[in-house]
């Protein structure tokens, strides 16, 4: 159940606990499949004239990823676009199949293993054909023993080397990174998988979401599976919460790779997809305290956690006490999943300033300082001279627990 379908080819059914990674033997001018990662990363040849990817994400089979990759094919045809089909698996879906008339499709390859002859794409062909665009269905497939690469994924790196476009479907569960948590989540290895950078880079992710009681009525009247798998599938895979657990991750998936775009327009423009939580340590009895309640905070909003060091002219002159302080809770920061950040300015609240607008960080944890009449009349506060600056921040001051034990007994008269 890890895939689109139950295994029926051999390509599908072979054994594959990670990501290709196909050594290149004496006399092989082939690429390896670490020489495909690296084109996605941009360092290729010819970069320039690649063709683009295009993915329709999606949370579990069934939800119509290969129906939408085919709507696009005629939409695009009827734009004057040159498309092929190089791979569609329309899994005895009757809508699904309509879709596949009217458009050009590549003949498959037919490759022979044990007896058993399976059908996989055509490469080589869909190059000589060189449309603009090829639609090739299910990016994380493994392909049957003897093919001349051992992914689809590969396959579609070599498309795009060529300057062929490709749009191409795939299921969050088959992200390598994802893959072992899956596993534990539904109870079924996912032994097809594809390496993280081959989606994070591609051109273009459209999440194709529906809800998981949706998914589980479209099974019911028969849209995914034939009646004598629906109901084990159902039971096994497709349960409510398997459903949920897969949809949250792809999206997750998506909403990080929106937010990562933004970062990259700026911030003048634009605000923040996702919540990010930085805390701001320093040598005050405070520090671990506001470090606490910055990292609770970032549970709740499942938010990244920022431990932020900032070093000024005065902080440089500070006795090895300050430091070691300071070392202590940067060991409590690690210790909670904390991202280390240090960084150096003229003054504190410019060096927060900084990572806030850079790392669009939505909440701010400080730790109280004591300051004397004298400082508060001479100076605005730390938290006032930050929020001027980013009026959209939420700032939160943490006590040290004696300092609020001791404004409790003065208010008091103790």
Not at 55 to 63: K, T
Not at 75 to 98: K, N
Not at 188 to 197: C, G, K, L
Not at 306 to 331: F, Q
Request: glycine share 8%; with cysteine; aromatic share 2%.
């Amino acid at each position: 159940m890890a895939g689109d379908t139950t295994a029926t080819s051999i390509g599908r059914n072979a054994r594959d606990d990670g990501p290709a990674t196909n050594a290149r033997a004496a006399g092989d001018d082939r690429p390896t499949a670490e020489e495909m990662l690296a084109r996605t990363r941009g360092s290729g040849p010819n970069e320039g004239d690649r063709g683009r990817l295009r993915v329709y994400l999606g949370m579990a089979p069934g939800v119509g990823k290969t129906f939408r990759m085919l709507e696009e094919g005629h939409r695009r045809i009827a734009r004057g676009t040159d498309l092929v089909v190089g791979y569609v698996e329309a899994h005895g879906r009757i809508e699904t199949e309509q879709l596949v008339d009217g458009l050009e499709v590549v003949p498959r390859r037919r490759v022979e293993y044990r007896g058993v002859v399976v059908e996989e794409m055509d490469t080589d062909a869909v190059i000589a054909r060189h449309p603009g665009v090829a639609l090739v269905d299910e990016l994380a497939h493994t392909n049957a023993p003897g093919s001349e690469r051992a992914k689809r994924w590969q396959d579609v790196e070599v498309l795009r080397d060529a300057g062929i476009d490709v749009v191409s479907t795939c299921n969050i569960q088959h992200l390598d990174s994802v893959a072992d948590a899956v596993a534990t989540i539904t109870g079924a290895p996912v032994n097809e998988r594809i390496p993280d950078e081959v989606l994070a880079a591609a051109d273009e992710v459209e999440l194709v979401d529906m809800s998981p009681y949706a998914l589980r009525q479209r099974m019911r009247h028969g849209n995914v599976y034939p009646p004598d798998r629906t109901n084990v599938a159902l039971e096994r895979f497709f349960t409510e919460s398997n459903l949920t657990a897969l949809r949250e991750l792809a999206l997750r998936f998506v909403a990080g790779r929106v937010d990562a775009q933004l970062e990259g327009i700026g911030t003048a423009t634009t605000g923040t997809v996702s919540e990010r939580v930085l805390v701001f340590v320093d040598d005050t009895p405070a520090a671990g305290r506001a470090l606490r309640r910055a990292a609770a905070s970032a549970a709740v909003l499942r938010a990244p956690l920022l431990a932020l060091v900032v070093e000024t002219p005065a902080t440089a002159a500070a006795p090895m006490e300050h430091v070691r302080r300071i070392r202590e809770s940067l060991d409590d920061a690690t210790d909670l999943g904390a991202e280390i950040l240090v960084v150096e300015a003229s003054d504190v609240a410019e060096g927060i300033v900084r990572i806030v607008r850079a790392r669009r960080v939505t909440r701010l944890v400080l730790p109280h300082r004591t300051a004397s009449t004298m400082e508060r009349v001479r100076r605005s506060s730390l938290a006032d001279r930050i929020i001027e600056q980013v009026p959209s921040l939420e700032i939160s001051i943490v006590a040290d627990a004696r300092e609020t034990a001791d404004a409790y007994r003065v208010g008091r008269g103790d």
